[in-house]
């Protein structure tokens, strides 16, 4: 296999983590806890740069 | 305008000529992680509403005070019937439960799996939601059996002259 596939596995891990931070947030949010949904809101919003990066990094990695 | 896009052989890593006639349909590597990127946009603009609406209910509106809201009579709930009534908003159903002769317990009724409107059930001492069979406590408003994972908000009521009053909805404890 000519390419490598790890910025692949970290994005999928990214959006593996996005789902887990919704679900918290919205379960926090209803439990009351909003700081809490502040913080995994915050995460939320974080990974994206996070993902554009891993993007912008891998997208040309020859394995 | 760059012409960043207009190089032989031109730059792919773009959102506008990036669909080939001829392999529409195919998703390479790059396409599918576009999406995922795009995908992780997606949930943080969805988190953007969640964070407002909690950083509003941090400030100051923590513990909310509503008017106090006359349910019914004492004379007009037997013991073991329930009403419904509406609080603290006009759409906001909740039920009030009298379970003794002074032990009443009042709820929001909206299910804390998808909001059916739970209802109570005398013969069986339960409230139950007909949606998917959720049923919960009645003395504490915790789920006991099917999908609801959060025990109901429970409202304060307080009965004075012969009233039965909403006073405000308790706040989770935990
Ligand atoms: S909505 Fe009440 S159990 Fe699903």
């Given at each position: 296999m000519k390419r490598s596939y790890i910025g692949v596995i970290i994005l999928a891990a990214i959006l593996m983590m996005?789902?887990?931070?919704?679900?918290?947030?919205?379960?926090?949010?209803?439990?009351?806890?909003y700081v809490n949904v502040l913080i995994f809101g915050g995460l939320n919003i974080v990974l994206?740069?996070?993902a554009v990066l891993a993007y912008k990094k891998t997208i040309n990695i020859r394995a | 305008m760059s012409d960043k896009n207009n190089k032989i052989p031109?730059?792919?890593?773009?959102?506008?000529?990036?669909?080939?006639?001829?392999?529409?349909?195919?998703l390479d590597r790059r396409g599918f992680m576009k999406t995922l990127v795009g995908a992780a946009g997606v949930f943080a603009v969805s988190s953007l509403p969640w964070g407002a609406v909690a950083a509003k209910e941090l400030m100051g509106l923590g513990e909310k005070e509503y008017p106090h809201k006359k349910i019914t009579d004492v004379s007009k709930l037997p013991i073991g019937n329930a009403v419904d009534f509406k609080f603290p908003g006009d759409h906001d159903d909740a039920i009030l439960i009298r379970l003794s002769e002074n032990n009443y317990v009042a709820y929001q009724n909206a299910c804390t799996h998808l909001r059916c409107p739970?209802?109570?059930?005398?013969?069986?001492?339960?409230?139950?939601c007909p949606c998917h069979h959720g049923k919960f406590d009645v003395e504490t408003g915790a789920p006991t059996a099917g999908p609801p994972r959060r025990p109901l908000p429970e409202i304060q009521v307080k009965v004075e002259n012969g009233a039965i009053y909403a006073v405000r909805v308790k706040r989770y404890e935990a």
């Open positions: 996005n789902i887990v931070f919704t679900q918290y947030m919205v379960h926090q949010y209803y439990y009351e806890n994206f740069p996070l | 031109f730059n792919e890593d773009n959102y506008t000529h990036n669909i080939e006639r001829n392999n529409e349909r195919k739970v209802f109570w059930v005398k013969e069986q001492g339960e409230m139950v």
